[in-house]
């Protein structure tokens, strides 16, 4: 009787507080945003300190626009670990930065009529508002764009240093060509051979570019990947991408033009089978060799299938004959050389010996022109069908006939090195990174070309930053833009004094993004890029996320970039991300989110809707963060029900309980419950399971719920509920900081990011009773408590027993019980 009237007070209880105050989560988070902006709660120090460091960062982005769904799943995964370190007894380093330069920001002002640096400044502020918005833990006293003179300063100073060591150099290369646009086009700007912003047909062309020597560190890029923690599919796509393979290099040479061609190959023991010579189409010789239409509208036609379509196996072999010829160096055979898009320019030297008899695309290309098929080694029924690639006997190979092609192989290779026609060699497919843009938005390569005699001279460092001029009309016109601001290109040689021009390419945008994680160390540093005592403090970032589509690029080349400033004794580390996290997408109905599909998700509408919380926490516990998860508004809806039922309850017990300092009495059924989820929360948060995490949280919640009426009137009661309540504050706060926060003042008075992370005791994790769960027809109808070492007979036992599931039964007969330990049991009834 007097648990009923209880029961009723408590009722009357909520319904009038839920009346009187229902969750507004815009105030709440505005309260704590606000304080923590005003107290810069998240900054840290370079200051020595005994706490040991945590450096978390997500990959910067591009501002181009606002915010999108990547962005609030990215942010959200990475706000949640600074959180959960920090609350572990790190002192974390939590930065923000823009990746403002470049295509994305360039087309986005071309597409709103802005200079692309209005624009870039508007989409700064849109996403630094938003960020706010969101919570996010940021140092935002170390915020800044690349675009930014202070740090592209740095930038131009890092690439004189490339080059003062020869890694930094400048020569012709093919590039894809937009004749309508009249601009080179990056990879990423071509689809299905079109210009994605045009759709004109590319052409190539041959032009003067700088380059980066990232191919002195392959074998360096390759190796070091075995020590780090980063997902394995990551580092299997740098291995491919690298692409270490050994053989020989062997030079074939033009007699008529008195040019040598080296090829790599894997198989120098074919030497003597190579009836024919191709090279790729953006080889920088095909156009030297033979400018006729027929060649140069074939080179185009190349330039606009990708790569894996022109390495299909199932693609008709094409080409077109050079109309010259190259000096087998194994017998001095003349073989003709040919033009095909089945040669990649990114493998070996964008020249191959074909040996048809023993390779399949060779063969193809051979029986599609007519061209001679020789076998050399002896194995295959009839190599004129089909080519052979097994082992077996030398064959028309002069003093190499009668050995195994394997032994062949290492006296082969002696052979040309021994004349001089060849060496042992590994391969890359790996190539030096062209960092040239003919594009006005992005950082200007500090270097003069001298018209006297001094040739290209680099910018002195007291000179730099070499300014981006201001200039009206930035569209791509053929060659950059800068080159039409006369008064910015006409400059003076620092050698001689003489006129000189400055260079009119920008650098690739992957240049400021391959070393900013070093400048938000050091970011006001007005001497040097960064002091390298403070970066050896901080560095490796102990916790990078990010994309999946930065896998290759992005990684690669800041890699490469710590180990060429570790050989200059600029770093002490030579792996810039000890440890890699990347994120799934965020999908609507099944599909990619895009604006012609109509189905993209606007984080801003969701956070004006339901507060940030709620949007933070849903986007992580839609599924597992590295996996892709479709978005749902339903979903989205219910995660806001919880988190408004975990702060009404709060409410609720923090008005009709006493404060207390611990839970007291003998420990209930919930403390129990509230100690599993430390440990499962726990636990989770270091896997990166955030979405069980968060699914532990509620699942207190529930339970904080089933067990209120029954404990709150109770001094023990009381004060084991204000410890759940306050325990569902605490972890769910990495996830929903504003609503975490507030909840846990409301049960203990203190600041919950100031409070260590939470340790489950083991001893309340150990229990002798468990919760069974007892099901009719698959539906629950009870819950008991039953002795944890159960036998399936006795659980069966102690569910029957439940006075609910007779009344239920209503006279039916049961025909099945299902029984799984340290669960439930559910019965089946016809």
């Known amino acids: 009787m007097r648990r009923a009237a209880r029961r009723t007070r408590s009722l009357a209880v909520t319904l009038r507080a839920t009346v009187e105050a229902r969750y507004d989560p815009h105030a709440i988070e505005a309260k704590w ?88 400044e508007k989409s700064i502020a849109e996403f630094r508002r938003q960020f706010h918005r969101w919570g996010v833990s940021i140092d935002w006293s170390r915020e800044f ?74 074998e360096q890029l390759l190796r070091d990947l075995d020590d780090l923690d980063w997902p394995e599919h990551v580092k299997t796509m740098q291995r491919n991408w690298i692409g270490r393979s050994e053989g020989a290099e062997v030079v074939f040479r033009c007699d008529e033009l008195g040019i040598d061609y080296p090829v790599f190959t894997t198989r120098p023991d ?30 185009n036609r190349a330039m606009q299938a990708s790569h894996e379509e022109r390495g299909a196996a199932d693609r008709r072999k094409t080409g077109v004959a050079l109309g010259r010829y190259v000096r087998n160096p194994v017998n001095g055979e003349l073989i003709p050389m040919f033009v095909s898009d089945y040669v990649l320019m990114e493998y070996g030297t964008g020249a191959i010996m074909a040996v048809p008899a023993h390779d399949e695309r060779d063969h193809e290309f051979a029986r599609e022109f007519g061209l001679p098929i020789r076998e050399v080694i002896k194995g295959g029924e009839d190599v004129q069908r089909e080519a052979y690639t097994g082992d077996g006997p030398m064959v028309n190979s002069g003093p190499f006939d009668g050995l195994h092609n394997r032994e062949a192989y290492e006296r082969i290779v002696e052979w040309l090195e021994r004349e001089g026609k060849g060496r042992r060699a590994v391969n890359y497919r790996l190539r030096d990174w062209l960092i040239s843009r003919q594009r006005y938005w992005g950082c200007p390569i500090p270097v003069v070309y001298c018209e006297r005699e001094c040739g290209i001279v680099p910018v002195p460092d007291e000179q730099l930053p ?88 992005h990684l690669l080349y800041a890699r490469f970039f710590c180990k060429a400033l570790a050989d200059m004794e600029l770093l002490d580390v030579r792996e810039p991300f000890a440890r890699l996290f990347t994120q799934g997408m965020v999908t609507r109905e099944g599909a990619k989110m895009s604006k012609s599909k109509g189905n993209v998700v606007s984080p801003r509408d969701y956070v004006e809707r339901y507060g940030a919380d709620t949007a933070r926490t849903y986007v992580l516990y839609i599924g597992p963060p590295e996996q892709d998860a479709d978005w749902s508004d339903e979903g989205i809806a219910g995660i806001h029900r919880q988190l408004a039922r975990l702060w009404r309850v709060a409410r609720e017990v923090a008005e009709r309980t006493p404060p207390s300092a611990a839970p007291s009495g003998e420990p209930t059924p919930l403390l129990r419950k509230a100690h599993w989820a430390i440990d499962k929360v726990t636990r989770d948060c270091e896997r990166f399971a955030f979405n069980t995490a968060i699914a532990a949280v509620i699942e207190l919640d529930n339970e904080i719920y089933r067990f209120k009426d029954e404990l709150i009137d109770t001094p023990e009661g009381a004060s084991q509920l204000r410890f759940a309540v306050a325990t569902a504050g605490s972890l769910i706060f990495p996830f929903a900081p504003h609503l975490g926060a507030e909840v846990y003042e409301l049960m203990t008075g203190r600041r919950v990011w100031e409070e260590p992370w939470p340790q489950a005791d083991p001893e309340l994790l150990r229990s002798d009773l468990f919760e069974l769960v007892v099901q009719l027809n698959g539906r629950l109808v009870d819950r008991v408590e039953a002795p944890a070492d159960a036998s399936r007979e006795e659980l069966e036992r102690i569910a029957r027993e439940s006075p609910k599931l007779r009344a239920r039964l209503d006279g039916r007969e049961i025909v099945k019980a299902i029984v799984v330990p340290g669960r439930l049991v559910n019965f089946v009834v016809r």
């Not at 074919?270 to 080179?299: C, I, M, Q, W």
């Not at 009119?504 to 540093?525: A, E, G, I």
């Open 466 to 553: 070499v300014e981006l001029p201001d200039i009206s009309d930035y569209a791509p016109k053929g060659r950059s833009p800068l080159a039409a601001a006369e008064d910015w290109v006409r400059t003076s040689c620092p050698r001689c004094g003489g006129e000189a021009r400055r260079e009119t390419d920008t650098m690739d945008t992957f240049v400021d993004s391959s070393w900013y994680f070093l400048r938000y160390c050091d970011p006001r540093n007005d001497r040097a890029p960064f002091d390298r005592a403070v970066v050896r403090h901080w560095m490796p970032v102990d916790q990078y996320i990010g994309g999946v589509e930065h896998a290759i690029l």
């Open 33 to 120: 945003r606000e304080l923590w902006a005003r107290e810069r709660t998240w900054e840290v120090s370079n200051e020595p300190e005994a706490r040991p460091k945590q450096y978390v960062l997500e990959m910067l982005p591009y501002p181009s626009g606002e915010p999108h769904i990547g962005h609030l799943k990215c942010y959200s995964v990475g706000d949640a670990v600074a959180h959960f370190r920090r609350r572990q007894g790190y002192r974390v380093l939590h930065p923000m930065g823009y990746d403002a330069f470049g295509l994305p920001a360039e087309n986005h002002a071309i597409r709103t009529g802005q200079h692309p640096r209005v624009s870039t």
């Open 145 to 218: 764009g690349t675009h930014e003179p202070s740090y592209y300063r740095w930038t131009q100073w890092l690439f004189l240093r490339f080059l003062e060591r020869d890694l930094a150099y400048r020569r012709q290369a093919a590039v894809k060509w937009c004749p309508r646009d009249q601009t080179v086009l990056a990879n990423e700007q071509v689809v299905d051979g079109r210009c994605e912003r045009c759709g004109t047909p590319v052409e190539a062309r041959q032009l003067e570019q700088w380059f980066f020597r990232i191919t002195a560190y392959a």
């Open 270 to 299: 074919t030497l003597f089978g190579a009836t024919f010579f191709v090279l790729a189409p953006e080889h920088p010789d095909v156009l030297k060799l033979n400018d006729s239409p027929e060649v140069r509208e074939y080179v």
